[in-house]
């Protein structure tokens, strides 16, 4: 029998075929491999080709003003002067705001600007001011809300809609200052970018060719979440990560669904 493979000096066209998908698949695992360093990398499109990209909130930036934060400290304290004696931490009824105020005068006083440099003080001193601000309105909340349990709060429908608004507003406030502090280990260490694991993740880090290269979250886009979950009582668009975050955003719902709860109800109830 004479056999069926090509002659001398002839191409196979089987052989040929079989190179060329082989060829073929190895030239789509190297542009999937490049999809894949580009993905990592974070390239986008530039004036010069394919650039590096890498979002602000994953590199060392100068850090965040210092003036947002302060400004809601501000406004916290003020909202603790209408509380009435009995809801306060401290009495006189100044003595608590004038604690809080000492502590941010030497704050601000020890780190005006740039928030982007560690100190064994300041970090201590920010925490300890925002804890007095916490442990006072949670007293005013725990006496608000036993005194309507009891019926011994709530005689008058506006100053008791004033004081429920208070004591909500102060616990937007908190709350926006603890994710604040303790985001990816607080302003600080967002600034140097120590920690590349957030503790909440916003749109713009999931979508980083949305944004501007220099974004990276501040006081402001905290104190929107914190809003946002007083309001909703759940999370919207800016989603807790870590076990902490998720606890400590359970709590301020909490403590908001009951305030509001509470409020309202013995507000209507005196308006009938």
């Given at each position: 029998?004479?056999?069926?493979?090509?002659?001398?000096?002839?191409?196979?066209?089987?052989?040929?075929?079989?190179?060329?998908?082989?060829?073929?698949?190895h030239?789509?695992?190297?542009r999937?491999?490049?999809?894949?360093?580009?993905?990592?990398?974070?390239?986008?499109?530039?004036?010069?080709?394919?650039?590096?990209?890498?979002?602000a909130?994953?590199?060392?930036?100068?850090?965040e003003?210092?003036?947002?934060?302060?400004?809601?400290?501000?406004?916290?304290?003020?909202?603790?002067?209408?509380?009435?004696?009995?809801?306060?931490?401290?009495?006189?009824?100044?003595?608590?705001?004038a604690?809080?105020?000492?502590?941010?005068?030497?704050?601000?006083?020890?780190?005006?600007?740039?928030?982007?440099?560690?100190?064994?003080?300041?970090?201590?001193?920010?925490l300890?001011?925002v804890?007095?601000?916490?442990?006072?309105?949670?007293?005013?909340?725990?006496?608000?809300?036993?005194?309507l349990?009891?019926?011994?709060?709530?005689?008058?429908?506006?100053?008791?809609l004033?004081?429920?608004?208070?004591?909500?507003?102060?616990?937007?406030?908190?709350?926006?200052?603890?994710y604040?502090e303790?985001?990816?280990g607080?302003?600080?260490?967002?600034?140097?970018?120590?920690?590349?694991?957030?503790?909440?993740?916003?749109v713009?880090?999931?979508?980083?060719?949305?944004?501007?290269?220099?974004?990276?979250?501040?006081?402001?886009?905290?104190?929107?979440?914190?809003?946002?979950?007083?309001?909703?009582?759940?999370?919207?668009?800016?989603?807790?990560?870590?076990?902490?975050?998720?606890?400590?955003?359970?709590?301020?719902?909490?403590?908001?669904?009951?305030?509001?709860?509470?409020?309202?109800a013995?507000?209507?109830?005196?308006?009938?």
């Amino acid at each position: 029998m004479q056999p069926t493979g090509p002659r001398d000096g002839q191409r196979d066209p089987q052989a040929d075929g079989t190179r060329k998908i082989l060829e073929g698949i190895h030239a789509l695992h190297g542009r999937l491999d490049e999809l894949e360093r580009r993905a990592q990398s974070r390239e986008r499109p530039g004036a010069f080709g394919w650039m590096d990209f890498t979002p602000a909130w994953k590199r060392p930036t100068t850090g965040e003003a210092r003036w947002p934060a302060a400004l809601a400290v501000v406004a916290a304290i003020a909202l603790q002067l209408p509380l009435p004696d009995r809801l306060v931490l401290l009495r006189p009824t100044w003595a608590t705001p004038a604690v809080e105020g000492l502590l941010l005068v030497l704050l601000v006083a020890a780190n005006p600007r740039r928030i982007n440099t560690e100190s064994r003080v300041i970090r201590p001193l920010g925490l300890a001011l925002v804890a007095v601000l916490s442990l006072a309105n949670a007293y005013a909340v725990a006496k608000l809300v036993i005194g309507l349990v009891r019926g011994t709060e709530g005689e008058s429908a506006g100053p008791l809609l004033v004081t429920g608004a208070v004591i909500w507003l102060t616990n937007i406030i908190v709350f926006a200052l603890w994710y604040w502090e303790f985001d990816r280990g607080g302003p600080v260490a967002r600034a140097n970018a120590t920690n590349p694991y957030p503790d909440f993740l916003f749109v713009q880090m999931t979508s980083p060719r949305l944004a501007a290269p220099e974004w990276e979250p501040a006081f402001g886009d905290y104190f929107y979440l914190s809003f946002t979950n007083a309001t909703a009582f759940s999370p919207t668009d800016v989603m807790p990560m870590s076990r902490w975050a998720k606890m400590a955003m359970t709590a301020q719902a909490t403590v908001s669904i009951v305030t509001v709860a509470l409020v309202l109800a013995r507000a209507v109830n005196i308006f009938k």
